[in-house]
C-alpha cells in the first residue's frame, strides 16, 4: 500500500461523510470504518520502519524545487499511530457524545474531524519543512469550525484566540523560521544528523531555534499557550482528540523533528543553541502546574495540565539528548492515552450528570464508578507513577535531564511531578471520598455506552502500555542510534 | 491566424464596444461582452503559449516597420498581464449578468458594457503595446472610461468618487506624458526598446533623469502606491460591484506593469537604480503601504472600502518585490500580480453577490449570511484565506516567494513588515468571517430569489482558481521566472 | 542669461504647470478644478510643441526640397493630446452637473460635509 494513504484517507473520509450527511448512522459508520482503516493501514508500516526503512514518496515540486513529500520515520509513525489509533475511540465516544447532547451540524463536525486527521497525518509524514507547514496551517484551519462549534459568543470569543494565537504565531514566526532555513542551507528536508550544522553561526542558530519553539503554537509554550484553555468551549470529543492529542501533539511532535531532524542533536547540544527554550519550557512546566490547582472548571483545569505536559516534551527536545528526546517522544504516546481518558471522562460527567465544575463532584464516583475509575487511573499514569504507562517517559525525560548534566531540570520534573499530584488527584479523591450532596438521586447513572467504553479502553490502554515498552523502544532504537 | 493574434487582442473588446452600443437591448450586450471576454481570453491564452518559453513576439501595427511605426511586443510578462486581464473579465462575465441589472439602470445597459469593454481595450493595449506614446493613448482611454463606470455605481459618493479619480487619473496621466516627451526630445524615438537602446548614450543628463522621475510619479499615481493612494478606496467603494472587481483585479495590476516596464525595460534597472535611491524609496514605500494599508483596513465598516484598503496593502507587496532588482523578487511580484488580483477578484465578486441579496456592503449586511447564503461564505473564506497566505491558497505562494527573496536580501526589517502584514491581514478578515457566521442576521429587506447559478459559477471559479494555484504553482511560476529573467537581462 | 532667455518657452511651461497644479490643489470649486487641469495639459502641449519647433523652419508640408521645416511628428503626437484632454474636460464637466444634480452644490468641501452627515446617524 502506498504511503500516500495515510494523509488522503482520512480526507477521503471526509467527503463519504459529507454524502452520507443525511443518513447518521451510515456517516457514523463510514467515519468508524475509515478510522479503522486509517489505524490499521499505520500499523502496517511497523514492521519495514523498524527495520530502519524510511519510504519516502515524492507528490510533485511544489515551489520551485521545494517539493510536497512524505517520509515514514520512527517519530512520526509514532505520532500517526497515536494520532490514528485514537481517531477510532474518538469516533467511537464522538458518535455517542453529539447524540447524547443533541448537538447541531453533526455532518460538519465529523467532516472537519476527519479532514483534521488529515492534517496531523501529513504532519507526522512531513518529509520537509514545507510540507510540515502546508498540513499545520491545515490542522489549525479544519479545527476553527470544530472550536466554534456551538456558534454563540463565548465559541467566538474562544476561537478569536484560538485562530489569532495559531495563525499569527505560524505565520508571524514560524513560516519566517522555514524561509530563514531554506534561504541559510538551500534545503528544507529532514536529515538525520540535521542540515544546519557547519551552516550557520551559533547565535542564528539560538535565533532560529526560539522562532521554531514559539512559532509552533501548537506546542503552547508561555506566552503562547493562552488558545488551548479558549478551545475548551468546543464540545468534550474535540477537546479530546485534538486538544490533547491531534492538534498539541501535532505541535510538540513537530518540535522534536525540528530538533532531531534539522538541528541534530549534536548541534543543538552545542553551545547555548536550546538554552533558552530549555528555561522558557522549564518555567512554563511549573507555572501551568500552578496555573492549574487554581482552576475549578474541569475542563480548564486539564488545559493547563495539558500545558504544562507539553512542556515536558518541548524540554525533553531542548535538553537534546538521545534518552530525552526519546523521553519526549514515548510522552507523546502516554501522555495522549491519559489525557484522551482525562478528557472523556469530563464529557461523560458532562453528559450524564451536567457538571462542569471541580467543586460540584463530590461523591459523584458512587453513581459513575467506571468514569472516576478510569479517570483514577489516567491521573496516575499522567503523575507518573508505575505500573502505568506514563512512568517511562518520565523516567527517560530525567535520564536525559541527567545526560545533560541539567540537575535543575531534573528538580523541575520532581516539583512538577508533585504538582500533578496536587491538581489531578483530588478530583477523583472528591468523587470517591466525600459525601454527595443532600438530595441528589442514589443509584450508578453512568454516561451512555458509546462514551464509556472508549474511555475504559484508553485506561487499559495506559495500563498496557507499562508492560509494552519493548515494541515502542524497537521502533524509536534505530533513530536513537543516529 | 496566429500572426495576427497581437492584433485581435485589441481589436476584439474594442470591436465588442461598439457592437454593444449598436445592440442596445441589456441582454444582447451582455452577450456581447461575455463572447468578446471569452475570445480575447482565447487570444491571450494562446500568446502565453507562444511565449512562455522566453520567445517574444512582435506585431507592426499596420504594417508599419518599427520604430518608426507602432509596434506590439510581447513577451512572458506582457503576456502575463494579458492573460490576468482578459481572464479576469472572462471569469466575471457570467456575475455581471444579474449585477449589472440590479445596480445600473435599464436603459444605461448597454452604455454599461460598452464602456467595461472599452477600459478592457485600454488595459489590454497597455500591456500589449511596444510603443510608450500609444501606451499613454491606451491608458488615457482605460482611464476615461473607468471614470465613467466608477461614475454609475448606485450611490451618489460614486460621483465624487469618480471625480476624484479623474483629477488624480489625469495628474498621473499627464506625468506619464510628460516623461515620454522628455525621453523622445533625449532620443527622437517612442519604440521602447529603440529607447533602451538610445538612452544609455544620454545616460548622465539630467532630462533623462527628470523623465524617469516623472514617469515613476505618474505610474504610482495609476497604481496608488502609498502616499499617492487617496483615490483609490473610495473609487473602489462605490463603483458598481463588476467594476470594483474588475478594476480591484486589473487596473492596479496593469499600472504596476508600466511601472515594471518603464524602470526594468527602458531605463534599464542598473541605471534606474542609481543616483536616485529609487529602489530604497520603492522599499519604503511599500513598506508603510503594506502596514499603514492593513491597519487602515482594519477600522472600516463597509466591507467594500475594507477590500480597497487592503489593495494598497497588497499593492505594497508587489511594489516591494519590483523593488528589490532580484530575479526572486521579479518573478514574486509577477506571480502575485495573479494571486491578488485572483483573491481580490473572489472577494469582490463574493460581496456582489451579498450586495445583490441584501443591497448594501456594510459589516451589519453581512451579519449572519454565511449561514443562510453557505456558498458565498466559503467562497468569502477562501479568499480572505489566500489574501492572509495560508497554504493551499495563491496568497501563500506569493508570500513565500516574496519572503524568500527578501531574506536573500538580508532586509530582515522588511521581512517583518511582510509578516506583520500578514498578520494584520488575520485581524480585518476575521473581523468580515466572524460577522459573516457569528452575528445574527439584520432585519433588513433581502432579495427573496435564490442567488443566480450564473453569479455563483463567477464567484466559485475565482475561488477555486485560488486553491488550484495554492496547490500547484509550478506552471505560472515557471512564466513569472521567465519574465524575470527577460526584465532582468535587458531589452525583451 | 542666454540660457534664461533662450529657452524662455520651457519657463513659461513651468510656470504654468505649477499655476494649473495649484489650481487643482488648492481650489474647492470642482469647476475651477478642471480649468486648473486644463492649463496644467496646456503646459504639457506646450513642451512638446516647443520640442518639434526649429528656429526658421516652416511648416512639414512638401514643397521645394531641402527647406528647413519643423518635426512634425510631436505636433501629431500633441493632436491626441488635445483630444485627451478634451475628453477628459467633456467627462469631467459632466460629472461636475450630475454630481451638482445629486448634491446641490459643487464645492468640495460642502460635499464632504454632506457625505460625513448621512454617515453620522
Redesign the interface.
Known amino acids: 500500500m502506498s504511503l500516500l494513504w495515510l494523509p488522503f484517507l482520512p480526507l477521503a473520509g471526509a467527503l463519504l461523510v459529507v454524502m452520507a450527511g443525511r443518513l447518521p448512522n451510515l456517516r457514523e459508520a463510514l467515519s468508524l470504518v475509515t478510522a479503522a482503516v486509517l489505524a490499521a493501514l499505520t500499523f502496517s508500516w511497523y514492521p519495514a520502519v523498524t527495520a530502519g526503512e524510511t519510504p519516502t514518496v515524492v507528490l510533485f515540486d511544489f515551489l520551485g524545487s521545494a517539493q510536497l513529500a512524505f517520509s515514514l520515520e520512527p517519530l512520526g509513525l509514532l505520532f500517526a499511530s497515536v494520532a490514528s489509533g485514537l481517531w477510532f475511540v474518538t469516533t467511537l465516544y464522538a458518535a455517542g457524545y453529539m447524540r447524547g447532547n443533541n448537538e447541531a451540524h453533526q455532518t460538519r463536525f465529523f467532516t472537519c474531524f476527519a479532514i483534521a486527521i488529515c492534517g496531523a497525518m501529513g504532519v507526522a509524514l512531513a518529509d520537509n519543512l514545507l510540507t510540515l507547514f502546508l498540513f499545520y496551517e491545515l490542522l489549525t484551519l479544519s479545527t476553527y469550525p470544530l472550536v466554534t462549534h456551538k456558534g454563540n459568543a463565548a465559541a467566538r470569543r474562544g476561537g478569536r484566540i484560538y485562530l489569532g494565537i495559531l495563525l499569527g504565531t505560524s505565520i508571524g514566526l514560524l513560516l519566517p523560521a522555514i524561509v530563514l532555513t531554506w534561504v541559510l542551507t538551500g534545503t528544507m528536508r529532514f536529515e538525520p544528523g540535521g542540515i544546519l550544522d557547519g551552516q550557520v553561526s551559533q547565535g542564528m542558530a539560538t535565533l532560529l531555534y526560539l522562532m521554531f519553539a514559539f512559532g509552533v503554537g501548537k506546542a503552547a509554550l508561555m506566552p503562547f499557550h493562552k488558545w488551548l484553555p479558549a478551545a475548551m468551549v468546543a464540545p468534550t470529543p474535540v477537546s479530546a482528540l485534538l486538544h490533547a492529542v491531534a492538534v498539541v501533539k501535532a505541535g510538540v511532535f513537530s518540535i522534536l523533528k525540528i530538533t532531531v531532524y534539522i538541528f541534530g542533536l549534536d548541534f543543538a547540544a552545542q553551545g547555548d543553541i536550546t538554552r533558552p527554550v530549555m528555561w522558557v519550557a522549564a518555567f512554563t512546566l511549573i507555572a501551568a502546574s500552578l496555573i492549574a490547582l487554581t482552576r475549578d472548571n474541569l475542563k480548564e483545569r486539564l488545559a493547563y495540565s495539558t500545558v504544562s505536559q507539553l512542556a515536558y516534551i518541548t524540554l525533553g527536545a531542548a535538553l537534546a539528548t538521545s534518552m530525552s528526546v526519546m523521553g519526549g517522544a514515548m510522552h507523546i504516546l502516554m501522555h495522549a492515552f491519559g489525557k484522551i481518558t482525562l478528557f472523556f471522562c469530563a464529557g461523560a460527567i458532562y453528559t450524564a450528570a451536567h457538571k462542569t465544575l471541580v467543586s460540584e463532584l463530590d461523591g459523584l464516583g458512587r453513581a459513575m464508578p467506571f468514569t472516576f475509575g478510569a479517570f483514577l487511573i489516567a491521573s496516575l499514569s499522567i503523575i507518573g507513577l508505575p505500573p502505568l504507562g506514563g512512568s517511562w517517559s518520565k523516567w527517560y525525560l530525567m535520564l536525559g535531564a541527567l545526560d545533560a548534566e541539567q540537575a535543575i531540570m531534573m528538580a523541575v520534573f520532581m516539583i512538577s511531578s508533585l504538582l500533578n499530584i496536587a491538581y489531578l488527584l483530588p478530583i477523583p479523591a472528591r468523587a470517591f471520598l466525600f459525601k454527595p450532596p443532600a438530595g441528589s438521586p442514589i443509584g450508578l447513572r453512568e454516561a451512555p455506552l458509546a462514551s464509556v467504553v472508549p474511555l475504559c479502553l484508553t485506561a487499559t490502554g495506559c495500563f498496557c502500555l507499562f508492560f509494552l515498552p519493548g515494541p515502542l523502544m524497537a521502533l524509536l532504537s534505530p533513530w536513537n542510534d543516529s | 491566424m496566429t500572426a495576427q493574434l497581437p492584433a485581435l487582442q485589441i481589436l476584439l473588446p474594442m470591436l465588442a464596444s461598439a457592437l454593444c452600443v449598436l445592440l442596445r437591448s441589456p441582454a444582447g450586450a451582455w452577450l456581447c461582452f461575455t463572447l468578446a471576454t471569452w475570445a480575447s481570453f482565447a487570444v491571450s491564452v494562446l500568446l502565453v503559449l507562444a511565449t512562455r518559453s522566453g520567445a517574444i513576439l512582435s506585431y507592426e501595427m499596420g504594417g508599419w516597420e518599427p520604430p518608426f511605426g507602432i509596434e506590439l511586443r510581447i513577451d512572458a510578462l506582457n503576456a502575463f498581464v494579458l492573460l490576468i486581464v482578459s481572464g479576469m473579465a472572462a471569469v466575471m462575465a457570467p456575475f455581471a449578468r444579474s449585477s449589472v441589472l440590479a445596480e445600473i439602470e435599464q436603459t444605461r445597459v448597454y452604455l454599461f458594457y460598452a464602456l467595461v469593454l472599452l477600459c478592457l481595450t485600454g488595459l489590454l493595449g497597455i500591456s500589449i503595446t511596444g510603443d510608450a506614446?500609444n501606451l499613454?493613448?491606451f491608458l488615457?482611454i482605460s482611464s476615461?472610461s473607468s471614470?465613467?463606470i466608477i461614475?454609475m455605481g448606485p450611490n451618489?459618493?460614486a460621483?465624487?468618487a469618480?471625480?476624484q479619480y479623474?483629477?488624480m487619473g489625469?495628474?498621473g496621466?499627464?506625468f506619464i506624458?510628460?516623461g515620454i516627451?522628455l525621453m523622445?526630445?533625449l532620443t527622437g524615438t517612442l519604440n521602447m526598446a529603440d529607447l533602451a537602446e538610445r538612452l544609455p548614450a544620454m545616460a548622465d543628463s539630467r532630462t533623462e533623469k527628470a523623465a524617469l522621475g516623472f514617469i515613476v510619479v505618474g505610474a504610482s499615481i495609476k497604481l496608488a502606491l502609498f502616499p499617492l493612494h487617496a483615490w483609490l478606496p473610495n473609487a473602489y467603494a462605490y463603483a458598481p460591484s463588476l467594476v470594483s472587481a474588475l478594476l480591484a483585479a486589473t487596473a492596479t495590476k496593469v499600472a504596476a506593469y508600466v511601472l515594471i516596464r518603464f524602470i526594468y525595460t527602458v531605463f534599464l534597472p542598473e541605471r534606474a537604480f542609481d543616483g536616485l535611491m529609487l529602489s530604497e524609496l520603492m522599499m519604503a514605500l511599500a513598506a508603510i503601504a503594506m502596514i499603514a494599508g492593513s491597519v487602515v483596513a482594519i477600522f472600516q465598516h463597509n466591507v467594500k472600502l475594507l477590500l480597497a484598503w487592503s489593495s494598497i496593502a497588497q499593492i505594497g507587496y508587489i511594489v516591494l518585490g519590483a523593488a528589490l532588482v532580484t530575479t526572486a523578487g521579479l518573478a514574486a511580484t509577477t506571480l502575485h500580480l495573479l494571486n491578488h488580483a485572483v483573491a481580490k477578484g473572489c472577494l469582490f465578486l463574493a460581496l456582489g453577490v451579498i450586495v445583490w441579496k441584501t443591497g448594501g456592503a456594510r459589516l451589519s449586511d453581512l451579519a449572519g449570511l454565511g449561514r443562510t447564503l453557505p456558498w458565498v461564505g466559503a467562497a468569502f473564506v477562501i479568499g480572505a484565506?489566500s489574501l492572509?497566505?495560508?497554504?493551499?491558497t495563491g496568497g501563500f505562494?506569493t508570500?513565500?516567494?516574496l519572503?524568500?527573496a527578501v531574506?536573500?536580501q538580508e532586509l530582515w526589517l522588511l521581512?517583518g513588515a511582510v509578516?506583520?502584514s500578514?498578520?494584520l491581514s488575520?485581524?480585518y478578515m476575521?473581523r468580515v468571517i466572524?460577522t459573516l457566521?457569528?452575528r445574527a442576521p439584520s432585519q433588513g429587506t433581502t432579495r427573496s430569489e435564490p442567488v443566480p447559478v450564473l453569479m455563483l459559477t463567477s464567484v466559485w471559479l475565482l475561488a477555486l482558481l485560488n486553491v488550484a494555484i495554492g496547490s500547484?504553482?509550478?506552471p505560472f511560476?515557471a512564466i513569472a521566472r521567465t519574465a524575470a529573467g527577460q526584465l532582468l537581462g535587458g531589452t525583451p | 542669461m542666454q540660457t534664461f532667455l533662450g529657452l524662455y518657452n520651457f519657463w513659461v511651461v513651468i510656470v504654468l504647470m505649477m499655476i494649473g497644479f495649484y489650481i487643482v490643489i488648492a481650489h474647492d470649486n470642482l469647476v475651477k478644478k478642471i480649468i486648473g487641469l486644463n492649463i496644467f495639459q496646456t503646459a504639457v502641449f506646450i513642451l512638446y510643441i516647443s520640442a518639434g519647433k526649429i528656429q526658421g523652419g516652416t511648416a512639414p508640408i512638401l514643397g521645394e526640397p531641402g527647406a528647413v521645416y519643423s518635426h512634425p511628428l510631436p505636433h501629431v503626437l500633441i493632436l491626441t493630446a488635445i483630444v485627451v484632454g478634451v475628453a477628459t474636460t467633456a467627462l469631467g464637466l459632466a460629472l461636475i452637473v450630475r454630481i451638482h444634480e445629486a448634491y446641490g452644490s459643487n464645492e468640495e468641501d460642502d460635499l464632504l460635509v454632506l457625505d460625513r452627515r448621512e454617515d453620522s446617524p
Not at chain 2, 492572509?388 to 493551499?392: A, E, Q, S, T
Open positions: 506614446f499613454f493613448v488615457e476615461l471614470y465613467a461614475a451618489r459618493r460621483l465624487l469618480a471625480f479623474l483629477i489625469t495628474v496621466g499627464t506624458l510628460i516627451g523622445y526630445m484565506l492572509i497566505g495560508v497554504p493551499f505562494i508570500k513565500w516567494y519572503l524568500v531574506a536573500e521581512a509578516v506583520l500578514s498578520l488575520i485581524i476575521g466572524e457566521y457569528f500547484y504553482s509550478e511560476a
